[in-house]
T-cell receptor, first 115, second 110 residues
């Protein structure tokens, strides 16, 4: 059971380039989310999805787009990379119970540097 | 909005007990999570509290007081492998959104 798989693990971009961070889960989880983690800032929610076809903004959505065409995949797109987007990005998933809270399962992260 | 506070760093001795505190102010509350994160790795789930009181899981326990906006994580019989960052996170709002504190870096010494 692979859990949550993120690719790539490392990436270096130049300012203005675009790229997509991939996230896939094989646990049939309804809920998926993207976080960025910066020193002294903790994990901050970028975008999240409660099911296929449904996405919503988190705390820091500017500069990022997402889509959820299938239950399994939740890619994060940077349309025009900026140095401020240098960070470690984590994808997470959890079952969404009615009124319940379930632990989120995290991928191993993507370490992104923007030059 | 959500505001979560926890100490930045703590140091403890192998075999001892350590308590990591977390206070929060939130506009909605559905529960509180604790995660462990080793350097360079992903966060992993430790515990979840939705009702007041103590939840015990082996060497780890977590306490919640909703009226005080307060939680703590208690680690017993500390081991060197417990050196990690401990993240307090509050679930609130729709869709199982989590707001994380900045984490407490615990160093376990001999």
């Amino acid at each position: 059971n692979a859990g949550v798989t993120q690719t790539p693990k490392f990436q270096v971009l130049k300012t203005g380039q675009s790229m997509t961070l991939q996230c896939a889960q094989d646990m049939n989880h309804e809920y998926m989310s993207w976080y960025r983690q910066d020193p002294g800032m903790g994990l901050r929610l970028i975008h999240y999805s409660v099911g296929a076809g449904i996405t919503d903004q988190g705390e820091v959505p500017n500069g990022y787009n997402v889509s959820r065409s299938t239950t399994e995949d939740f890619p994060l797109r940077l349309l025009s990379a900026a140095p401020s987007q240098t960070s470690v990005y984590f994808c997470a998933s959890s079952p969404t119970g009615r009124g319940a809270n379930q632990p989120q399962h995290f991928g191993d992260g993507t370490r992104l540097s923007i030059l | 909005g959500q505001n979560i506070d926890q100490p930045t760093e703590m140091t403890a001795t192998e075999g001892a007990i350590v308590q990591i505190n977390c206070t929060y102010q939130t506009s909605g509350f559905n529960g509180l999570f604790w995660y462990q994160q080793h350097a360079g790795e992903a966060p992993t789930f430790l515990s979840y509290n939705v009702l007041d009181g103590l939840e015990e899981k082996g060497r780890f326990s977590s306490f919640l007081s909703r009226s005080k906006g307060y939680s703590y994580l208690l680690l017993k019989e500390l081991q060197m492998k417990d050196s990690a960052s401990y993240l307090c996170a509050v679930s609130g709002g729709g869709g199982n959104k989590l707001t994380f504190g900045t984490g407490t870096q615990l160093k376990v010494e001999l």
